[in-house]
């Protein structure tokens, strides 16, 4: 009992200092205090807007901890058509419901950090600011600076990290809170961690992901504060994760958003996973859609969902390459003859019809190859000398079948094409078909439904009424070609037997069929378009005739470089001067020349070096006009001194 109780108090916890003792040896760690806290906050974003709120009420709850938060954020941004609209970020009005002092900044450059109450920050907090906080203003914190991070660092290094997460399906992330380090963005010293499961990663969307990430990043910057991890000695908590253990090369790094970033590449085998995560983390995604020979506009696409791939793309597609409706899976077109002998041409806006039935009802790709099974186990083709009767053969068994009922078939489908453009530079077709008011896209494996595009220059509209718009019959000539890997692809050229008189007098139809308004708005957007063809058309003949002009365009692009940089230079030098002569103005060196150069610095010595002129030029005037008027007494006196004498 005696040793028990020994033990017992060998573990036991100081209540005035952080000691441990354990048995014989005890280790004595001091207890940290800190100073209350005068905090500048940086923020921009909703994200921020969480942190500064828990903050608020914390110092509301613990006033000795946090005596003073001031707020710096980024100045309003012109948005709208026109840009006439000024649009503050989200952290100012929070801070301002709050009633938080705000400094509205673009750059720490000329600026030093404010003394609210007369007293100095020793404490800044930046929290999705999007400015690199310089090593002055870090240093004038006595605590220096921290930075709450929706990742688990070092991994998602980036301002876009739960963009990234959603783009590469990461399933676990988590908030570091860490601090500012004084030369490159998220390599501070890691004081808090936590762990975070994303949830359903396979169908989250950035808001969803940001909504359900941004209270508990305020969460960690609350614990943190209370557990005051920013006074020395730091304590690297980052050490031994998961995380820090990985190579620079397994790191993922979470650049900022770019705008290619929302390009559609439909040609990837992963195309259908690749679209689905970006417009999930970046929301609409568009592409560059060739709509004539010479012209291309973009094509933005609001949503999409993942169906079965479209029956009638597949058996367009294995009849153009058996050249026949009889698939053969089997069978290798490697001679140049197999392949030239299947080759052939299809124009856009016909419809590519599938196997259908004598009335009009489309047969299915399980159907075929029910069918297609059925026919060989009843042994038919076994009894076929050569391809043409198989499928001679093929044919009759099918008809029969089919008329006897044995299966239901869905109505015909129509098969359509949009043409992109490949990285190689070759124009490609986009294989789709309609769907009521959408539209699937056939990509590799599945197929997408879209239910709404912009076109550019144009309004939102219904997928299949935007791309039904911009269907040319017969503009393009379609061709199955080999690949220099062995296989095959299809490829998009302009065909040169395309006349447009036939779509003009479509157009024209259905421009007598509008309304007076529609008509209107139509023919002010033609115009439009053609004022931005010509002024393009311009531009490119004015560029031509320069490169015409002269053979070493390079080096003269080089010279112009360097005349700019001089002349930037050159600026920064008077902008020195100026600056240099404010100061010499500023020890009250009042000289008549420096305020005759540069009176727009010092209005008031302006004032009172022209009062001084005017005296002196008025006192100037005064002696002059009595000398004029004595030399006049003195002509007078003399000229009646000789009428005297007279």
Known sequence: MVSLLLFRRGWRISKNSSTLLCRSRSYTTPRKVSKPLRILFCGSDDFSVASLQALHSLSQDVPSLIRSIDVMCRPPKPVGRGMKILQQVPLFHAAEALGLQIHQRDTFSGWDIPMPDGENINLMIAVSFGLFVPPRIIRAAEYGGLNIHPS?????????????????????????????????????????????????????????????????????LVAGIQNQVYVPPLIDVGQGTYESNLSPDQLIHAPKILKED?????????????????????????????????????????????????????????????????????????????????????????????????????????????????????????????????????????????????????????????????????????????????????????????????????KRKPASAAMRRYRKRGMWKLQFRPMSDGTYRWFAEHNPAFSSDREREKHYQWRESLSQDRKEDEEDREIWFQIREDKRRENDLRRQRKERASGNWKEELKVVKEQKRLKRRAAENEEKEREKIKEDLKRDDWSPLLLERHREFFPEAAVEARQERLREREEKHRQMVKKTQGAEEESNGKDEEKGKET
């Open 152 to 220: 688990m660092l070092p991994n998602h290094r980036g301002s876009a990290p739960l963009q990234r997460m959603i783009i590469y399906g990461t399933k676990s992330t988590g908030i570091t809170l860490q601090t500012l380090d004084d030369k490159k963005f998220d390599h501070g010293m890691i004081l808090a961690q936590k762990r975070v499961r994303i949830p359903s990663p396979n169908s989250i969307t950035y808001p969803e992901l940001l909504e359900y990430m941004t209270p508990q990043a305020a969460e960690v």
């Open 262 to 458: 929302r390009h559609i590449n439909w040609l990837r085998d992963d195309a259908v996973m690749r679209i689905t995560r970006r417009h999930r983390a970046l929301g609409p995604m568009y592409s560059m859609l060739h709509v004539d020979k010479d012209e291309v506009r973009r094509f933005v696409f609001h949503d999409f969902e993942v169906v079965d791939r479209p029956a009638a793309v597949a058996e367009m597609v294995s009849k153009w390459r058996t050249g026949r409706w009889f698939v053969n899976n089997s069978k290798r077109m490697t001679t140049s003859k197999d392949i030239s002998g299947n080759q052939e041409s299809i124009h856009d806006g016909s419809s590519l019809p599938s196997l259908t039935t004598a009335d009009g009802k489309r047969v299915s790709n399980e159907t075929e190859k029910e069918l297609l099974a059925a026919w060989q186990a009843s042994g038919k083709g076994a009894r076929s000398q050569n391809d043409e009767t198989a499928f001679a053969s093929f044919l009759a068994f099918r008809e029969k079948r089919l008329s006897q009922g044995a299966t239901d078939i869905p109505p015909k489908q129509s098969v359509f094409h949009m043409i992109d453009e490949a990285s190689s530079g070759d124009k490609v077709p986009i294989f789709y078909v309609e769907d009521g008011e959408a539209i699937i896209v056939a990509i590799k494996d599945a197929g997408l439904r879209i239910k709404e595009i912009t076109v550019e220059g144009d």
